[in-house]
């Protein structure tokens, strides 16, 4: 079976850090986007960063540049959210999501102009609550 499995959310103070990770089961990363978006209550689903696995290049929604970093293990076939100084708008149900032969910056375009997206994979979602 084709999957997402996340794991790393959690609660944390304002400040503090959290490491979110993806694994891919089923399926290799080798050509695909794999990008992290986010959806508090009560608003749109929004992009956070986004990794193109075979190049490594990254981007990232300008809320989270300079605190998030996204990087990718291709041994163990995962892609880590690094998430410093939080902030308690980070507050929200994560997810991990991989698009088939697209890159990192087209997927983030994509999110913002099509916030329900169906991509092909994803996780199943990991909460994220950061207190003031």
């Known amino acids: 079976e084709v999957q997402l499995v996340e794991s790393g959310g959690g609660l944390v103070q304002a400040g503090g850090s959290l490491r979110l990770s993806c694994a891919a089961a089923g399926f290799t990363f080798d050509t695909y986007a794999v990008g992290w978006l986010r959806q508090a209550p009560g608003r749109e689903r929004e992009g956070v960063s986004f990794i193109t696995t075979s190049d490594d290049k990254t981007y990232y929604a300008d809320s989270v540049k300079g605190r998030f970093t996204i990087s990718s293990d291709d041994s163990k076939n995962t892609v880590f959210l690094q998430m410093n100084d939080l902030k308690p708008e980070d507050s929200a149900v994560y997810y991990c999501?991989?698009?088939?032969?697209?890159?990192?910056?087209?997927?983030?375009?994509?999110?913002?102009?099509?916030?329900?997206?169906?991509?092909?994979?994803w996780g199943q979602g990991s909460q994220v609550t950061v207190s003031s």
């Open positions: 999501a991989a698009e088939r032969g697209v890159t990192a910056q087209a997927m983030y375009y994509i999110t913002r102009g099509s916030p329900r997206y169906k991509y092909d994979v």
